[in-house]
């Protein structure tokens, strides 16, 4: 029920191509819906987010598309650079009772953007 | 990294020994918590603290217990640390404000279990 489902584990692409990354949620009580990036060595930084009121949110190149009914939502990546080759992480929460923000973090996506 | 510091950076332990990994921030966050990351998993919740001395179990908490005396220190520990728990720590906060939810990740503890 607290699962999130993230594919693919990894990803390749060339240079200006478009990145996705897609994640599946059960929980419908989910309604905050991150993306974290993750660069070697680092700690991961929020990306983007996005509320189930929504259906999609852009920002630069980054968006999120969001189908409430399908509990579905994935990560875009338009004109991709090698600059964005990192380790990404879809993540979901209850935001609201006492769930004190914790987040339910999908199992990671490695994006190689090749020049 | 929000003002937050993790210490060691490294650690190679035996298994059976105690560890205890730190986590200090400076941006008087309310909520802190600490996860593991593992190839495969992404990242689980080991504990969450919501302030002093307020702590519970997260997803993955057995072999593991925290303390938290001041807001600006958590701390985890491996009572007796087995293979297993083989991993990569991250610590991370959260300001404490209602529709908030950014978490701020420490830059991680790699421990090697041998």
């Known amino acids: 029920q607290q699962q999130v489902k993230q594919s693919p584990q990894s990803l390749i692409v060339q240079k200006g191509g478009i990145s996705i990354i897609n994640c599946a949620y059960e929980?419908?009580?989910?309604?905050?819906f991150p993306w974290y990036q993750q660069f070697p060595g680092k700690g991961p930084a929020l990306l983007i987010a996005?509320?189930?009121?929504?259906s999609e949110k852009k920002e630069g190149r980054f968006t999120i598309s969001f189908n409430k009914s399908a509990k579905q939502f994935s990560l875009h990546i338009m004109d991709s650079q090698p600059g964005d080759s990192a380790t990404y992480f879809c993540?979901?929460?209850?935001?609201?009772?006492?769930?004190?923000?914790?987040?339910?973090f999908g199992q990671g996506t490695i994006l190689t953007v090749h020049p | 990294d929000a003002g937050i510091t993790q210490s060691p950076r490294h650690k190679v332990t035996e298994t059976g020994t105690p560890v205890t990994l730190r986590c200090h921030q400076t941006?008087?966050?309310?909520?802190m918590y600490w996860y593991r990351q593992d190839p495969g998993h992404g990242l689980r919740l080991i504990h969450y603290?919501?302030?002093?001395?307020?702590?519970d179990k997260g997803e993955v908490s057995d072999g593991y217990s925290v303390s938290r005396s001041k807001t600006e220190d958590f701390l985890l520990t491996l009572e007796s640390a087995t293979s297993s728990q083989t991993s990569v720590y991250f610590c991370?906060?959260?300001?404490?404000?209602?529709?908030?939810?950014?978490?701020?990740f420490g830059p991680g503890t790699r421990l090697t279990v041998t």
């Open positions: 991370a906060t959260r300001v404490g404000l209602a529709a908030a939810y950014e978490q701020y």
């Open positions: 996005i509320r189930p009121d929504v």
């Open positions: 929980n419908t009580a989910f309604d905050y």
């Open positions: 941006e008087n966050h309310r909520y």
């Open positions: 993540a979901a929460l209850n935001a609201g009772g006492t769930s004190y923000g914790k987040l339910t």
């Open positions: 603290s919501y302030g002093v001395k307020d702590t």
